[in-house]
């Protein structure tokens, strides 16, 4: 097993040592002690060397970045040279520092075996807390992505608890969870590859290390401070035993649902607009006592920060799930899907949404609201109508509780016909004609017509808002006839084109 020499420095801390270390904590490249020989060095080998016989030419032969350990004061030509050192009492005895090095190096050898065949026997994780907690020497916890504590090791007989001590790993099954949790992530310490410190709600620190399968954060392990402030050596031994741990841990879908995995597959199907039986659909509602002839509301929750794991999302979501009333939640594609039956909950959908709204304002997301549809096959677009909402809500009304899709549908109609056509292609000549004539004599004719018509046609009240005469007004709209040559007055679905097309020209 590799070995830093930061870890050997705290493990002879008896020998009252001196160092000077040139490598960071993760590097670890030490295999095994050896007693120095005059011959050229192994990077790979701790040597054991007595001062006085260092002379010019053996340490010639120590090349750059070789790791000793000196008995007495190391000669001025080796602390020019960049090496790592570690020296000690000149009284010491040779045989035993290099005994005593010898079995701490057996320990570690020791751990890996143990460590793989634990592995290899597919043990649980918990056992290698178990196998570790000799050699870490401190209390460690295992969270995954959900924030649910896959082991908690401490020996309470082994430390001097403070009174009042908390596990600063809250499990995601307490309805008491995101406290830590989510301020954690918020900390941006989801991205971290390194060991980094965390404050817990107790007032105690936290050694943590991020375990990484794919590039997806599956776990964090963590150390607590118990028995003394953080070293060196606890960098290096969290992330061996992270190491260790990530070998252990087969990557696996995360059905990130409150609902039966079955109905969780049926509702992927759908969200990804996928082909479903309708059996198995009706069969996985049934799991809940949902009916497919229900009717239902969708809502999506889309993170503004893309580096929320998506365990962190189904944390949050299934904490909100548990005060809301016939819902479920999925995470599909990065974002939060909350599904509610209208039919069976007993709040209404304007407390549902300020629920929702307010349990996920520390995650910083925008939410969108499907309308209520009948029949669960109708999620598929609703999904999509939500998402949308999420999309154009904030470009139009800027910061909001949450965004309904039947007060931005005009604003979907727009964005699908500029996905799909050109403007000119789709607006009627006459209003083409009024914009040009609008340009030509710098008018204001469409503005006119748009507040004419959003008035029901009533002269007086659209007079007012425009601030003319009545009887002016009634001249521009006999101009307005004469260029557009459109009758929005007699005919009603001339009157219902111009108004969709007059909403898109101002989009």
């Not at 609902?259 to 309708?278: F, I, R, S, Y």
Request: hydrophobic residues 40%; aromatic residues 10%; glycine residues 4%.
């Amino acid at each position: 097993m590799e070995v830093n020499l930061h870890v050997i420095v705290e493990d002879l801390k008896a020998y009252k040592p001196k160092s000077r270390l040139v490598e960071d904590y993760p590097v670890r490249r030490l295999r095994f002690p050896a007693l120095f020989d005059a011959q050229r060095t192994k990077r790979s080998l701790l040597y054991i060397v007595e001062a006085a016989t260092l002379d010019a030419a053996s340490i010639e032969n120590i090349v750059e970045n070789s790791s000793l350990v000196v008995i007495g004061d190391p000669p001025r030509a080796l602390l020019d040279k960049q090496v790592n050192l570690l020296w000690v009492n000149k009284q010491v005895s040779l045989n035993k520092l290099f005994s005593d090095i010898v079995e701490h190096f057996s320990m570690y050898e020791l751990w890996e075996n143990h460590i793989q065949k634990a592995l290899i026997s597919k043990k649980r994780l918990k056992r290698l807390a178990e196998l570790s907690a000799p050699i870490i020497r401190r209390p460690m916890y295992l969270i995954d992505s959900h924030m649910q504590t896959i082991f908690a090791n401490i020996d309470e007989d082994a430390y001097d608890l403070p009174q009042g001590y908390q596990n600063p790993v809250l499990d995601n099954n307490n309805p008491s969870i995101g406290v830590y949790a989510l301020e954690r992530f918020q900390e941006k310490a989801y991205s971290y590859t390194t060991p980094f410190v965390l404050p817990t709600p107790s007032g105690y620190r936290t050694l943590n290390q991020n375990i990484f399968i794919e590039n997806r954060l599956v776990g964090t392990l963590s150390f607590d401070e118990i028995g003394g402030t953080f070293t060196n050596r606890d960098m290096t031994l969290i992330t061996l035993l992270a190491d260790f741990i990530a070998n252990g841990m087969t990557f696996h879908e995360e059905w990130n649902t409150s609902a039966p995995k079955l109905l969780d597959v049926q509702v992927h199907k759908l969200l990804d607009n996928q082909v479903t039986v309708l059996e198995e659909t009706d069969s996985a509602l049934k799991s809940i006592a949902w009916g497919t002839d229900n009717a239902y509301y969708c809502i999506a929750a889309v993170p503004l920060n893309p580096l929320y794991p998506n365990g962190l999302l189904a944390a949050a979501a299934k904490y909100t799930c548990t005060k809301t009333s016939q819902a479920i939640y999925t995470v599909h594609q990065h974002r939060m899907v909350f599904i509610i039956n209208a039919d069976h909950s007993i709040l209404s959908q304007a407390e549902t949404l300020d629920l929702i709204s307010s349990e996920l304002e520390k995650l910083n997301v925008y939410i969108g609201v499907s309308n209520i549809f009948n029949g669960f096959w109708g999620l598929t677009n609703q999904y999509r109508l939500a998402v949308a909402a999420c999309e154009l809500g904030p470009v139009r009304d800027g910061a909001r509780p949450y965004y309904r899709f039947e007060d931005y549908f005009m604003d979907y109609i727009v964005s699908v016909c500029k996905d799909t056509t050109t403007l000119e292609s789709i607006i009627p000549r006459g209003l083409i004609q009024l914009k040009r004539y609008d340009e030509k004599y710098e008018t204001n004719m469409l503005h006119i017509l748009s507040v004419f018509l959003k008035h029901d046609m009533r002269i007086a009240s659209a007079a007012r808002e425009l601030f003319l005469h009545r009887n002016t007004l009634t001249a521009k709209i006999s101009q307005i006839k004469f260029i557009t040559r459109m009758d929005f007055e007699g005919d009603p679905d001339v009157r219902l084109q111009t108004l969709v097309a007059l909403y898109m020209m101002e989009a």
